[in-house]
């Protein structure tokens, strides 16, 4: 056994509905805009951007959303999310459902949206506004042999009981084959990758003391409080 000069870390898990298992978490993958955001776009000619937060930022959607340093707009985004169960290279999309899919979640995108658009501006990278701390809270993970592979249902997000996003699953402009083997193409997926999806309409800032509930269709839900800065 090789000797570590320090321990290492503890590895990211996510509970398993319905189980006493955890799912451990490898890295997680984050897709661009994947909605339609006004009714009459069209759907893009090239597949969508997509970028990474360390697993590190995965955590139990429940409880406290602690909000993070070095912002002042810092935003919510529900994402249906998918749990990769067996990883490969230049994975057909046909075959991502069968072979390679081990569950569903609902997740959040946490961003600091006024370091994205600096970033933005100066053509840097989004890793300050979307790699930080506690940025991608997510519920459990359903396994798709009980849940199978949701092509519609609802996706919704409400702070303070007002609806802020509402959207269906059938709407993303790539599918979750497509969006799977996309990245399979660039980067040799793991067992215990995440992907998240992309976002609908109607990303806003949240604040301290916000309540925060949203989730898709038979995957799940979650209701979080924005804590204080200090408090978090």
Known sequence: ???????????????????????????????????????????????????????????????????????????????????????GKDIAADDVEARHIWGYAAGLDMTRRDLQQQAKRAGGPWEPAKAFDHSAPCTA????????HPREGALWLSVNGEDRQRADVSGLLWSVPELVAMLSRSVTLAPGDLVFTGTPAGVAPLG????????????GDLTMTVAAPRAA
Do not use: Q
């Open 141 to 148: 993970i359903v396994p798709a042999d009980a849940c199978g």
């Open 208 to 219: 301290p003391g916000d309540v925060v509930s949203a989730g898709v269709a038979g995957i």
């Open 1 to 87: 056994m090789t000797d570590l000069v320090f321990p290492a870390l503890a590895p990211t898990t996510l509970p398993i509905a319905g189980s006493a298992a955890r799912f451990p978490v490898a890295r997680v993958f984050c897709i661009g805009r994947n909605y339609r955001w006004l009714p009459d776009e069209a759907r893009p000619a090239e597949m969508p951007a997509w970028f990474m937060k360390p697993a590190s930022a995965v955590f139990p959607a429940a409880g406290a959303l602690p909000y993070p340093a070095d912002t002042a707009d810092y935003c919510h985004e529900i994402e249906l999310v998918v749990a990769i169960g067996r990883g």
